[in-house]
DNA sequence: ATATAATATAACCAATCTAGTTATTTATAA
DNA sequence: TTATAAATAACTAGATTGGTTATATTATAT
């Protein structure tokens, strides 16, 4: 499953887009405004900045902005950021076919299954989102 | 996401679809054929019983045997049944749309996806298992 | 300079879910 | 009547989720 977490990165991600290039928004008002746990955005946040999208200033009038362009992210990048490899059954993690079969038709039908989620979730982008919906989950 | 415990209930329900029509198979035959663990077979066979697709005669010389055509069950409904609603996210299992906002996009970019998943695992039998893979994962 | 506002990092925790195991009961064919 | 098999129910260790808490670090307004 998708978690809360990578939700809330993906709606974090959307708040910084809607706001003007170059400006920044404190961690506290993402949170306030979203209205998500304020030590989650935090938490997040630094998994979004190791990755390069979002960069912060500290102290007074300190805050984080978008480094990159949010059409350039898609959601699948952020949900496997944040949770790791995405895989609707435990098959499709061990990369080898199930143990002593040669071929598994089962997993084969998992496959196309999440390779149909999947392409939506690479269709869609921050940008989408923040245009789409000033306000959102 | 999808349990081993789902994908375990496809796979007992392929194993008697692979048999000759009014035959009956052990439980622990059936764990013994596809290598699963026998407690969990039974565990899982008594909810297929319930669904009324399987059903048992007990004492010696008893066994499990199919009761419905197996290209009337598909992948989606062996999986609610076992593991209850599909949801790749939260968000997708709360029948009202986020808290106090009016539409969020992000809800209806997870139902696209899932959709499409679900799609998939809808148009796929346990005949069509039966036929194209005699053992499986 | 220095208090303060903010990011940044790390560790911790309760509740739930997963993937089982164990034990007991009931029905039936031989 | 007894071995065999399904059926039912309760329990459990370990992992995951969705957080909280505590502390360190840094930049800037005053």
Redesign the interface.
């Known amino acids: 499953?998708?978690t809360?977490k990578a939700?809330y990165a993906?709606?974090i991600l959307t708040e910084l887009a809607s706001h003007p290039q170059g400006t920044v928004v404190t961690s506290k008002e993402i949170a306030r405004s979203r209205?998500l746990p304020p030590n989650l955005v935090v938490q997040l946040l630094a998994v979004l900045k190791e990755e390069g999208w979002t960069g912060g200033t500290r102290g007074p009038s300190g805050g984080i902005k978008l480094l990159v362009d949010p059409s350039e992210i898609n959601?699948r990048q952020v949900i496997e950021i944040i949770d790791g490899p995405i895989?609707?059954?435990?098959?499709l993690f061990s990369d080898t076919?199930?143990?002593n079969?040669t071929?598994?038709?089962?997993?084969g039908?998992?496959a196309?299954?999440?390779n149909?989620?999947?392409?939506?979730?690479e269709e869609?982008t921050i940008r989408?989102?923040a245009e789409?919906?000033p306000?959102?989950?």
Chains 1, 2 share one sequence.
């Open positions: 499953m998708i809360k939700e993906i709606i209205a959601l895989g609707i059954t435990r098959c076919p199930c143990q079969k071929h598994c038709s089962l997993r039908v998992w196309r299954a999440q149909n989620m999947l392409s939506v979730l869609v989408d989102l789409k919906a306000r959102d989950c």
